[in-house]
């Protein structure tokens, strides 16, 4: 696993103290799990975009008439 080093300002160091304490081990976890969380949504910001730039016209899109069932 990587490591990195940031600054935070006091007081959003006050604020992740408070929802993630370092003494219980859950602050790098926290962080970790908001990272991605933030990557995920601009990505998917960045598909929309994507999609709203050019959209699929309807010989492109899927035919689902012959999809299968899911099963899990």
């Known amino acids: 696993m990587k ?4 600054q935070l300002d006091d ?4 604020l992740l103290e408070r929802v993630a304490p ?4 859950r602050r790098a976890q926290f962080v970790r ?3 991605l969380k933030a990557v995920m949504e601009a990505e998917e910001t960045r598909t929309r975009a994507a999609y709203r730039a050019k ?4 010989r492109e899109a899927d035919d689902w008439s ?3 069932e899911f099963r899990a």
Do not use: V
């Open 55 to 58: 959209p699929d016209s309807e």
């Open 66 to 68: 012959t999809a299968e």
């Open 3 to 6: 490591s990195i080093l940031i």
């Open 22 to 25: 370092a003494a219980k081990r």
């Open 11 to 14: 007081q959003t160091y006050r």
């Open 33 to 35: 799990k908001a990272l």
